[in-house]
């Protein structure tokens, strides 16, 4: 009798942490990218809280998942693009279609927003990718929620006008993936996540709302944020 390969066993034992129905339901709702919490998944995956709890730890154990935790939350999402796209070859196979995720967060607030002292909102989310894709920005790894800025990317956020020095002196964390609550996905927090807010708030690129935490991108933020940042608005 030929032994199994470890590949092998590996292999069957993730098939059957995705072939769970209430964990599919769970994988396939990340698919599009959003974290979700425990409760939030629970629902996805129509069981009790504390079975979501259970799952969710077996996706992590296979390397499915991964947990950023951010307060007293803990937000879920795929592991990698690998795991995306085993899920999608699995949807060829299986045909059907994915419910898309919509914020349900107020209009005004959906592009810009405060959260506490650093920018939110979909153009905080694309502007931390935009500083990813432009090697401005190194992005902690699986287990870790921490960025720092490449030697790239201290020199073109100093042109703006950020003291990098002053900003890593404070006595708060320099850089952190803050999960924003209506994209599902993280824009920068931390000190340099408030000095950037403050200097697009001195170069008159955002306005700040007096009766609410809604930021408003002004003629000349838009034309800068493109040609600096290559941010289409």
Not at 43 to 54: F, H, R, Y
Not at 138 to 153: C, F, P, Q
Not at 216 to 226: E, K, N, Y
Request: proline letters at 3%.
């Amino acid at each position: 009798m030929v032994a199994e390969a470890p590949v092998e066993i590996g292999a069957a034992s993730i098939a059957a942490a995705i072939g769970e129905p209430a964990r599919a339901r769970m994988l396939y709702s990340l698919l599009d990218g959003h974290a979700r919490t425990s409760t939030e998944l629970a629902i996805v995956g129509e069981v009790s809280p504390s079975t979501a709890s259970v799952h969710l730890a077996r996706l992590k154990e296979q390397r499915l998942v991964k947990v950023l935790r951010q307060g007293k939350h803990r937000y879920y999402s795929l592991e990698g693009e690998n795991v995306a796209r085993t899920l999608e070859t699995l949807t060829v196979l299986a045909g059907g279609t994915r419910q898309k995720f919509v914020p349900a967060t107020p209009p005004q607030l959906r592009s810009a927003r405060t959260c506490y002292d650093h920018m939110a909102g979909h153009l905080a989310v694309s502007l931390r990718d935009r500083f990813e894709k432009l090697n401005w920005l190194v992005v902690g790894n699986a287990s870790e929620d921490g960025y720092d800025l490449t030697e790239k990317g201290a020199k073109a956020l100093a042109a703006l006008g950020i003291d990098i020095d002053a900003v890593r002196s404070l006595r708060r964390r320099f850089a952190y993936a803050c999960v924003d609550w209506s994209e599902r996905r993280p824009h920068i927090g931390g000190a340099l996540g408030g000095a950037i807010l403050q200097i697009t708030l001195k170069h008159e690129w955002f306005v700040q709302n007096l009766d609410s935490r809604a930021l408003s991108v002004t003629a000349l933020g838009r034309r800068q944020l493109q040609a600096r940042f290559g941010l289409q608005l």
